[in-house]
């Protein structure tokens, strides 16, 4: 048993778990954090991602030791209060899920692309770059015209329209 102490959505947390204990399970075994999904235990499907460090990270690929001292954000940290993020407004209204198990993946996934692309996004980057998530249910349409919703919102571009 290793003892691990992180940030988890802006909280201190600690708690001890065997050495080969995946951060997802941590996350959601220790931690009662159960938005993050469990859907493949292989990295194949995205479910599971999260922010590490403000990276998106495939939790099921990371040890919770691995993930000690770091800062970690799910789901359930994303929003701001009672006031859903920008991303998870976009699906909402775009209608980005249906079934909703990929969707703190996708959202967290988005999230983290938006930030790496500031200067907004467009429909083949999203859909490259969503390729390590997997909706069963088959609703990458609308997936993607939230995604890019959300970007016009978030990024630089949209901010100096929205400023103007």
Known sequence: MSE????VNGKRVSGTAEDRTLLVHFLRENLGLTGTHVGCDTSQCGA???HVDGKAVKSCTMLAVQASGSSVVTIEGLADG????PMQAAFKEHHGLQCGFCTPGMIMTATDMVN???????????RAELE??????????????AILAASETMSSKGKARQAA
């Open 4 to 7: 691990i102490s992180l940030t």
């Open 116 to 126: 790496r692309h500031p200067e907004g996004l467009d429909e083949a980057t999203v």
């Open 48 to 50: 599971c991602v999260i």
């Open 82 to 85: 009672a006031d859903l993020h």
């Open 132 to 145: 390590g998530n997997i909706c069963r249910c088959t609703g990458y349409h609308n997936i993607v015209k």
